[in-house]
């Protein structure tokens, strides 16, 4: 049973910082694709950053040159680094990955950006 557990969102002033972290279990995290998704109120879940089991990451447009996606194989964590938040970034941030045609959804982590 693969299980996603996110952590580390909250209450940001735009232009702060915070970073999100995902660590995963019940699977072989080192060969698996992770991502990072969010859902603002009223709007679609969006994906925000990918990052492949080689290293590989990619980014919506939107959080290009602001989010960095990482992962740590030996901890089994993925993580998010987000700079110069913005209020638009303000969403529930979700970890998911893909394996064998099932998708696995942590439970989300709420991220603010207000003054």
């Known amino acids: 049973q693969v299980q996603l557990v996110e952590s580390g969102g909250g209450l940001v002033q735009p232009g702060g910082s915070l970073r999100l972290s995902c660590a995963a279990s019940g699977t072989i995290f080192s060969i698996t694709d992770m991502d990072w998704y969010r859902q603002a109120p009223g709007k679609l879940r969006e994906l925000v950053a990918t990052?492949?089991?080689?290293?590989?990451?990619g980014y919506a447009e939107s959080v290009k040159g602001r989010f960095t996606i990482s992962r740590d194989n030996a901890k089994s964590t993925v993580y998010l680094q987000m700079n110069s938040l913005k209020p638009e970034d303000t969403a529930l941030y979700y970890c998911?990955?893909?394996?064998?045609?099932?998708?696995?959804w942590g439970q989300g982590t709420q991220v603010t950006v207000s003054s």
């Open positions: 990052i492949s089991s080689g290293g590989n990451t």
């Open positions: 998911h990955t893909g394996i064998v045609y099932t998708d696995y």
